[in-house]
């Protein structure tokens, strides 16, 4: 079974969310398994991390539950990557007026020097074919990158993208206004129109402009769905798509201000907002439509749903003290209301939301995909992490 995962925008909610997912799969040796990615925002910042303490190879499952998963918990929750804290008044001499109208370029710089994330997107692996999704302002579509092709279908495609991990993983997580739309420099040549529905090239063309802009991949659709799943082709290049949705609740901050950036949160102008929950909640009914209908396969993990709230939906009987081994309602909706923010998280905090990630993939797989995942798992606290010197 060729799997592939669909990972959310939320911020550093969002990374450990899917952190606790990856552990999951990696504590039944499936991180071997996965042959797509694609991600948006948070789910980019957390796999560009992923990779890049990985020598920008996809991990094994083994290595994943020995090495990898405490340097990433090491990682979230010692280091600001965007806050005053992280740029200190040092930063702010250093950025000065990059920090009013760069705020993605600096995003950039940071991911390079504190999350070690340096590699150039051609650097990634052949597997598995990871999508960084974020939202073009001139055309107003999905941009992706991945390791051999950026683009999207109506400005064209270009097939040797030469752009840092890092500014694509920013680009992905520029929430509009909060951080800023990314400004690239585009090759001048080998641009290619291509087909919408094949992304194969069609014919040479010369590009609508020499720079674009790239926003959140959020403003688009915050599950990253679409880079590997069409509603009337299926599944591309997997057999099975997890859909990891961190995106936390609907706000009631109506106004943005600079001094909440300070503070490391990421706070949108309110109309943002709600379009993007409205585009969130549709997306998902699609796809669920297709994998209750049968046309795919597939299970969507929604933060803020309990275990119980699992069973209940499923109709599933459990044994009252049978949900003393799962994670509290209160604390599931606690982890849920975490907001959204590129700060240093507390390692119980880290802890809570990661096994929310672990317990509600595993409560979804088991009972919706017992073909596919037939065998229940328990998270384990672990007794300690192998967290290298250098870090």
Same mark, same amino acid.
């Given at each position: ?6 990972? =959310? ?13 990856? !552990? ?10 996965? =042959?797509?990615?694609?991600?948006? =925002? ?53 950025? #000065?007026?990059?920090? @009013? ?16 994330? *340096?590699? !150039? ?34 400005? /064209?495609?270009? $097939? ?24 690239? &420099? ?21 590009? &609508? ?25 299926? @599944? ?10 961190? =995106? ?7 106004? $943005? ?20 929950? &409205? ?5 998902? !009914? ?7 209908? /049968? ?22 009987? !459990? ?7 799962? &994670? ?39 009972? #919706?995909?017992? *073909? ?20």
């Amino acid at each position: 079974m060729e799997i592939g995962l669909a990972l =959310s925008g939320g911020g550093i909610r969002a990374a450990v969310f899917h952190l606790g997912v990856l !552990r999951r799969l990696a504590d039944e040796g499936l991180l071997e398994s996965v =042959s797509q990615l694609s991600t948006v =925002s948070g789910g980019s910042l957390i796999t560009a991390a992923v990779f890049a303490k990985s020598r920008m190879q996809w991990p094994s499952s083994a290595d994943y539950q020995r090495r990898l998963y405490g340097e990433l918990r090491h990682l979230l929750t010692t280091t600001d990557l965007l806050s005053f804290k992280a740029i200190g008044w040092t930063g702010l001499f250093r950025f #000065h007026h990059r920090l @009013l109208v760069h705020r993605a370029r600096v995003l950039a710089k940071l991911l390079a020097e504190r999350w070690g994330i *340096d590699a !150039r997107i051609r650097d990634l692996p052949d597997r598995p074919e990871w999508w960084i999704n974020t939202t073009c302002l001139e055309t107003g579509k999905n941009w992706r990158f991945s390791k051999r092709e950026m683009g999207d279908w109506q400005f /064209g495609r270009h $097939f040797d993208p030469p752009f840092l991990l890092a500014e694509a993983a920013a680009g992905s997580a520029a929430v509009p206004y909060a951080i800023g739309a990314l400004h690239l &420099q585009l090759p001048a040549d080998g641009w290619y129109r291509t087909d919408p529905a094949t992304r194969r090239p069609v014919e040479r063309r010369v590009p &609508q402009s020499t720079s674009i802009h790239v926003w959140d991949g959020g403003a688009y659709e915050n599950l990253g769905l679409e880079s590997i799943y069409k509603p009337d082709q299926g @599944l591309l290049g997997c057999d099975f798509l997890i859909c990891s949705d961190a =995106s936390g609740p609907l706000s009631r901050t109506i106004s $943005f201000s600079i001094s909440a950036l300070l503070e490391g949160r990421l706070v949108s102008p309110r109309l943002f907002d709600i379009c993007s929950d &409205q585009i969130r909640s549709l997306r998902a !009914r699609m796809f669920m439509s297709s994998v209750t209908s /049968g046309r795919v396969q597939g299970a969507l993990l929604r933060m803020g749903n309990s275990v119980r709230d699992v069973d209940l939906k499923a109709n599933r009987q !459990r044994r009252a003290e049978s949900y003393d081994e799962f &994670q509290a309602d209160r604390d599931v909706a606690l982890a849920f209301q975490y907001p959204t923010d590129l700060r240093a998280i507390s390692e119980s905090q880290f802890d809570s939301i990661a096994r929310h990630g672990y317990e509600i993939a595993d409560a979804v797989l088991t009972t #919706h995909s017992p *073909d596919q995942f037939p065998r229940s798992l328990r998270w384990q606290a672990a007794q300690c992490y192998e967290v290298p010197n250098d870090l």
